[in-house]
């Protein structure tokens, strides 16, 4: 595993792109812009994106695999990965040892796995991974860990952004 | 029907409002800003703008019917055009049979509806319809089957934007 | 009362505003970024600034009264009223009744009030007071009838700014 | 105490900071970005950042104390404290005395306490502290009684900042 990644030339990123089978996903930063809308009782909100879904789909039919890994256990990471019909691990303190297991389950290599993280907690997973991603708004101390960032921000089109750039890929010929 | 439309020059755009009976809306991404507010026992709430109910009331008096069009049911869009006092069809898996449903209970044909969209899940609407519009922010997808986008963004103005537009060209006199 | 007001020279604000005893605000837009949340059972909330407490409480000391005004009966205005100590006048169908009862039960002329909006609803009451204010994102359509645009938008610091000019001018030696 | 500091120089900012022990910190403004939530039967949501509790365990690592000072007693500052594990001390009405109450209970003297604050409320206790920080988008009367501002504006990030900035200092070697 190297560290300091640099993002990755288009040719490169294609065939790193072709070799990937499942996508892991951190959710808070990710699948959200990172913030908490915290009520009186404790209870907590987040604020998710409707295109994300979208662009889920598209990874299901082009045979993609989708995982969210979140370390802390939160009843919002449960219902917004129900309402997405995808897998969901929580109350994970390692995320490296998940994603590990997520990989064994599914019987694939580390290298066939991309992981899209936005914050120094999501490091050590970023160094195991094939193809490690970071959101646009990702701490500037994951930024040399990464062979892409997206455009996009956290909960504003980041996700949809992954899978939109997959579905490019892998429907265009050869390389 | 024609894809790859391109934005319409003024006068042509006068003379398609002038058809229009009747405006369709996509909800998520054009009531709103694509976001959902998630909830720890899955409930959801979005987020409207209160200037798309003046803007709807103009069109109501110019003798446009307006009417919500949405793929997912979802209680929040049954409450937001209950408030609007606007017609609402939700749960049509087909958008396109919805669109044509809408038409002929109307007695219109496709050419004297508009459709308001943000995403590819518009693209069979927008493609069918005589005055396809979208959003600010919408998908980079859908952009070349639109003959008009608003300069607002959805859920920031978008809604609003349409209606001030139609009041502009049909309180003016001839073309 | 004169239409397509421009904004005034400093010297005459600072005459205009020494000269007011009560400032009217619209509450959505103003209060509000003019967004309304929507929940699965049609309640709904806004989001609001802190820092307008802090400077309604000025105006206070400064021994000028505030009121809302406001179209809808809605009971986050009750709420937020309540919170910040203020009066609040609701379900008026029309506005500019309203502030003439406000007036007339203040002892004031309406010159000696100000009223800050920000869409179209407003003008009856923007064309009718002494200062009429509009915030930094207010419809195009009013603009032309303030006298005063903040540079903060709704929700977003317009009511502070309009309590931090008051206390600017009215703590500054005669003119 | 001195009144309109400016903003200190690397190496005073540097040793300064390595005098620090314990940082308290408003909560509106800077922990969220001053808004609220408004909803119909009166109660409030504020909106937080996730990074923020990453943050604050770099501090508690690095043997620096954090405290919660909020002036109006609300329990969303509870909740969030709660969930942060920091200790938080509401109503009091004078912030003042609040912060000579924690130095004297930790037994530290008050230029071993950072302050970080957003607005005029939070003067007395930026003009007593050793280290008074404000946030990117405090309000402009504050600006001259603080000797840092950060980047980031409230509840984005300027808590996270503030903790990465002692985290650098505090880590790397002599001066």
């Known amino acids: ?23 892991a996903f951190d959710f808070d930063g990710v699948f959200t812009d990172n913030k908490v809308y915290v ?11 409707r295109s994300d879904g979208m662009g889920l789909n598209k990874l299901t039919a082009l045979g993609i695999r989708s995982v969210i890994i979140s370390t802390e256990p939160n009843p919002v ?40 993280g936005n914050d120094i907690n999501d490091l050590p997973v970023l160094r195991a991974v094939g193809l490690p991603i970071v959101v646009g708004d990702a701490h500037p101390d994951v930024l ?7 455009k996009m921000t956290g909960g504003n089109g980041a996700v949809r952004e992954v ?4 579905e490019q890929i892998l429907r265009s010929e050869g390389e």
Not at 39 to 49: K, L, N
Not at 93 to 116: C, N, P, S, T
Not at 144 to 150: D, K, P, R
């Open 1 to 23: 595993m190297t560290d300091n990644r640099r993002a990755l030339d288009a040719a490169t990123l294609a065939r790193t792109i072709r070799n990937i089978r499942l996508i």
């Open 39 to 49: 009520f009186q009782d404790g209870r907590e909100a987040v604020r998710c994106t």
């Open 77 to 116: 990471v449960t219902a917004r990965s129900r309402k997405l019909g995808i897998d969901c691990i929580q109350n994970c303190g390692d995320k490296r040892a998940a994603i590990e297991e997520v990989a064994q389950e599914a019987g694939l290599g580390l290298d066939q796995i991309a992981f899209v």
């Open 144 to 150: 040399a860990y990464a062979s892409y960032q997206t």
């Open 163 to 166: 899978c939109d750039l997959f």
